[in-house]
Protein backbone atom coordinates (compact mmCIF):
# COMPACT_ATOMS: atom_id res chain seq x y z
CA UNK A 1 0.00 0.00 0.00
CA UNK A 2 1.58 3.34 -0.76
CA UNK A 3 -0.15 6.33 0.67
CA UNK A 4 -0.31 9.56 -1.68
CA UNK A 5 -1.41 13.35 0.69
CA UNK A 6 -2.35 16.04 -2.03
CA UNK A 7 -2.17 18.80 0.42
CA UNK A 8 -3.22 22.46 -0.88
CA UNK A 9 -0.70 24.40 1.13
CA UNK A 10 -2.66 23.70 4.57
CA UNK A 11 -1.51 25.22 7.58
CA UNK A 12 -2.69 23.31 10.25
CA UNK A 13 -0.05 20.65 10.93
CA UNK A 14 -1.64 17.96 8.16
CA UNK A 15 1.59 17.39 5.95
CA UNK A 16 3.68 16.74 9.19
CA UNK A 17 1.05 14.06 10.41
CA UNK A 18 0.48 12.71 7.12
CA UNK A 19 4.69 12.37 6.47
CA UNK A 20 4.92 10.65 10.29
CA UNK A 21 2.13 7.89 8.93
CA UNK A 22 4.80 7.58 6.20
CA UNK A 23 2.62 8.73 3.35
CA UNK A 24 4.85 10.90 0.46
CA UNK A 25 3.29 14.28 0.37
CA UNK A 26 2.57 16.56 -3.09
CA UNK A 27 2.12 19.97 -1.55
CA UNK A 28 0.96 22.52 -4.40
CA UNK A 29 -1.04 25.38 -4.95
CA UNK A 30 -4.67 25.16 -5.24
CA UNK A 31 -6.59 25.38 -7.90
CA UNK A 32 -10.11 23.61 -7.96
CA UNK A 33 -11.71 20.26 -7.27
CA UNK A 34 -11.36 18.77 -10.78
CA UNK A 35 -7.86 19.58 -11.35
CA UNK A 36 -6.66 18.72 -7.94
CA UNK A 37 -8.29 15.25 -8.19
CA UNK A 38 -6.80 15.04 -11.94
CA UNK A 39 -3.05 15.70 -10.56
CA UNK A 40 -3.62 13.42 -7.65
CA UNK A 41 -4.83 10.53 -10.38
CA UNK A 42 -2.32 11.07 -12.43
CA UNK A 43 0.52 10.96 -9.47
CA UNK A 44 -0.24 7.09 -8.56
CA UNK A 45 2.23 4.73 -9.31
CA UNK A 46 0.06 1.63 -8.07
CA UNK A 47 -1.83 -0.63 -10.56
CA UNK A 48 -5.26 0.85 -8.26
CA UNK A 49 -6.37 4.10 -6.63
CA UNK A 50 -8.39 4.63 -3.83
CA UNK A 51 -9.16 8.06 -3.47
CA UNK A 52 -11.01 10.38 -0.24
CA UNK A 53 -11.06 13.54 0.97
CA UNK A 54 -9.03 14.92 4.20
CA UNK A 55 -12.59 14.67 5.79
CA UNK A 56 -13.99 10.74 4.69
CA UNK A 57 -12.87 8.03 6.54
CA UNK A 58 -13.42 3.72 5.85
CA UNK A 59 -15.50 2.08 8.35
CA UNK A 60 -14.22 -1.30 9.51
CA UNK A 61 -16.78 -3.09 6.80
CA UNK A 62 -15.43 -1.16 3.85
CA UNK A 63 -12.12 -1.20 4.86
CA UNK A 64 -12.55 -5.42 5.26
CA UNK A 65 -14.37 -5.42 1.63
CA UNK A 66 -11.41 -3.68 -0.23
CA UNK A 67 -8.74 -5.58 1.19
CA UNK A 68 -10.50 -8.95 0.18
CA UNK A 69 -11.76 -7.69 -3.23
CA UNK A 70 -10.87 -10.08 -6.12
CA UNK A 71 -10.13 -7.52 -8.67
CA UNK A 72 -11.85 -8.88 -11.58
CA UNK A 73 -13.52 -5.09 -11.91
CA UNK A 74 -12.33 -2.35 -12.98
CA UNK A 75 -13.38 -0.51 -10.42
CA UNK A 76 -16.05 -0.40 -7.41
CA UNK A 77 -18.60 1.68 -6.03
CA UNK A 78 -18.72 2.32 -2.31
CA UNK A 79 -21.66 4.06 -0.50
CA UNK A 80 -21.28 7.29 1.65
CA UNK A 81 -23.08 8.49 4.62
CA UNK A 82 -22.50 12.09 5.15
CA UNK A 83 -22.52 13.67 9.24
CA UNK A 84 -24.22 16.70 10.15
CA UNK A 85 -23.51 18.18 13.52
CA UNK A 86 -21.81 14.84 15.29
CA UNK A 87 -24.96 12.85 12.98
CA UNK A 88 -25.26 10.68 9.60
CA UNK A 89 -28.26 12.20 7.88
CA UNK A 90 -30.92 10.06 6.46
CA UNK A 91 -31.43 12.00 3.46
CA UNK A 92 -27.32 11.93 2.97
CA UNK A 93 -26.87 7.84 3.53
CA UNK A 94 -25.85 5.61 0.72
CA UNK A 95 -24.68 8.05 -1.66
CA UNK A 96 -23.06 5.50 -4.35
CA UNK A 97 -19.90 6.69 -5.25
CA UNK A 98 -16.73 5.88 -7.53
CA UNK A 99 -13.96 5.47 -5.54
CA UNK A 100 -12.01 2.67 -6.06
CA UNK A 101 -10.51 1.86 -9.60
CA UNK A 102 -7.31 0.71 -12.15
CA UNK A 103 -5.02 3.39 -12.19
CA UNK A 104 -5.94 5.13 -15.47
CA UNK A 105 -9.21 3.39 -16.20
CA UNK A 106 -11.75 6.38 -14.71
CA UNK A 107 -12.00 9.84 -15.79
CA UNK A 108 -13.44 12.86 -13.59
CA UNK A 109 -16.45 15.02 -14.57
CA UNK A 110 -17.44 17.30 -12.74
CA UNK A 111 -21.59 18.08 -11.74
CA UNK A 112 -22.72 21.39 -11.48
CA UNK A 113 -25.75 20.79 -9.09
CA UNK A 114 -27.23 24.55 -10.01
CA UNK A 115 -27.76 23.40 -13.89
CA UNK A 116 -24.11 25.52 -15.16
CA UNK A 117 -20.42 24.87 -15.95
CA UNK A 118 -18.97 25.10 -12.36
CA UNK A 119 -16.44 22.76 -11.76
CA UNK A 120 -17.95 21.09 -8.89
CA UNK A 121 -19.36 17.89 -7.75
CA UNK A 122 -16.89 15.81 -9.62
CA UNK A 123 -17.57 12.21 -9.62
CA UNK A 124 -14.88 9.25 -11.24
CA UNK A 125 -16.77 7.66 -13.97
CA UNK A 126 -15.22 4.60 -15.36
CA UNK A 127 -16.65 3.00 -19.01
CA UNK A 128 -15.28 -0.59 -17.91
CA UNK A 129 -17.07 -3.11 -15.28
CA UNK A 130 -17.83 -2.10 -12.02
CA UNK A 131 -18.85 -3.98 -8.82
CA UNK A 132 -20.00 -2.66 -5.75
CA UNK A 133 -18.48 -2.59 -2.23
CA UNK A 134 -19.77 -3.52 1.20
CA UNK A 135 -19.36 -1.01 4.06
CA UNK A 136 -19.74 2.42 4.51
CA UNK A 137 -17.45 5.63 3.18
CA UNK A 138 -18.07 8.08 6.20
CA UNK A 139 -18.39 11.95 5.87
CA UNK A 140 -17.51 14.48 8.16
CA UNK A 141 -18.11 17.14 6.44
CA UNK A 142 -19.91 19.54 8.31
CA UNK A 143 -19.50 19.90 12.49
CA UNK A 144 -21.72 22.10 12.71
CA UNK A 145 -24.27 24.23 10.88
CA UNK A 146 -21.72 27.25 10.49
CA UNK A 147 -19.58 25.12 8.84
CA UNK A 148 -22.43 23.98 6.36
CA UNK A 149 -23.41 27.62 6.07
CA UNK A 150 -19.90 28.42 5.00
CA UNK A 151 -19.84 25.72 2.45
CA UNK A 152 -23.11 26.65 1.18
CA UNK A 153 -22.16 30.10 0.49
CA UNK A 154 -18.89 29.01 -0.89
CA UNK A 155 -20.23 26.80 -3.42
CA UNK A 156 -22.80 29.22 -4.53
CA UNK A 157 -21.08 31.75 -5.17
CA UNK A 158 -18.44 29.29 -7.18
CA UNK A 159 -21.60 28.19 -9.01
CA UNK A 160 -22.66 31.41 -9.76
CA UNK A 161 -19.55 32.88 -11.07
CA UNK A 162 -20.39 29.32 -14.11
CA UNK A 163 -24.12 30.12 -14.85
CA UNK A 164 -26.52 32.86 -16.70
CA UNK A 165 -29.68 33.65 -14.80
CA UNK A 166 -32.97 35.58 -15.82
CA UNK A 167 -35.43 36.81 -13.33
CA UNK A 168 -37.80 33.70 -14.73
CA UNK A 169 -34.82 31.08 -13.53
CA UNK A 170 -34.85 33.04 -10.33
CA UNK A 171 -38.51 32.87 -9.31
CA UNK A 172 -38.71 29.27 -10.65
CA UNK A 173 -36.19 28.07 -8.34
CA UNK A 174 -37.73 29.78 -5.72
CA UNK A 175 -40.69 27.91 -6.29
CA UNK A 176 -39.01 24.75 -6.28
CA UNK A 177 -37.10 25.17 -3.30
CA UNK A 178 -40.83 24.20 -1.37
CA UNK A 179 -41.84 20.90 -3.31
CA UNK A 180 -38.15 19.84 -2.39
CA UNK A 181 -37.87 20.70 0.74
CA UNK A 182 -40.97 18.15 1.37
CA UNK A 183 -39.38 15.77 -0.80
CA UNK A 184 -36.13 15.65 1.05
CA UNK A 185 -38.80 15.71 4.61
CA UNK A 186 -40.52 13.50 3.33
CA UNK A 187 -39.52 10.95 0.86
CA UNK A 188 -35.37 10.87 1.60
CA UNK A 189 -36.42 11.11 5.44
CA UNK A 190 -34.25 13.78 6.63
CA UNK A 191 -37.78 15.07 9.33
CA UNK A 192 -37.14 11.85 11.24
CA UNK A 193 -33.24 13.54 11.82
CA UNK A 194 -35.35 16.34 13.97
CA UNK A 195 -34.29 19.85 13.78
CA UNK A 196 -31.12 19.02 11.81
CA UNK A 197 -32.26 17.23 9.70
CA UNK A 198 -35.12 19.57 9.37
CA UNK A 199 -32.57 22.44 9.00
CA UNK A 200 -30.50 20.85 6.42
CA UNK A 201 -32.82 20.00 4.11
CA UNK A 202 -34.19 23.34 4.11
CA UNK A 203 -31.04 24.82 2.65
CA UNK A 204 -30.56 22.19 0.78
CA UNK A 205 -33.72 22.71 -0.90
CA UNK A 206 -32.51 26.20 -1.15
CA UNK A 207 -29.28 25.43 -3.10
CA UNK A 208 -30.14 25.90 -6.67
CA UNK A 209 -32.03 28.99 -5.98
CA UNK A 210 -29.48 30.84 -4.29
CA UNK A 211 -26.84 30.03 -7.15
CA UNK A 212 -29.64 31.49 -9.54
CA UNK A 213 -30.09 34.70 -7.04
CA UNK A 214 -26.26 35.17 -6.98
CA UNK A 215 -25.73 35.13 -10.67
CA UNK A 216 -28.11 38.05 -11.19
Sequence with gaps: MHLLVIDARSRDR???FARAAGAQVVERDWDGFVNTRRFAASAVATPWTLMIDADEALDDALRDAIVSADGDVDGYVVRRS??????PLRMWR???LLRLFRTGRARLEAHSAAGGSAELHERWVCDGP???LAGTLLHYSYGDAASYRAKFERYTDLEAGAMRSSPWDVAREWLLVWPRWLRLLFVKGALLD???GIEAAYWSARYRYAA????R
Design 82 to 87: TYYCGK
Design 212 to 215: CRKA
Design 94 to 96: NEP
Design 194 to 196: GSR
Design 14 to 16: TVE
Design 130 to 132: VNE
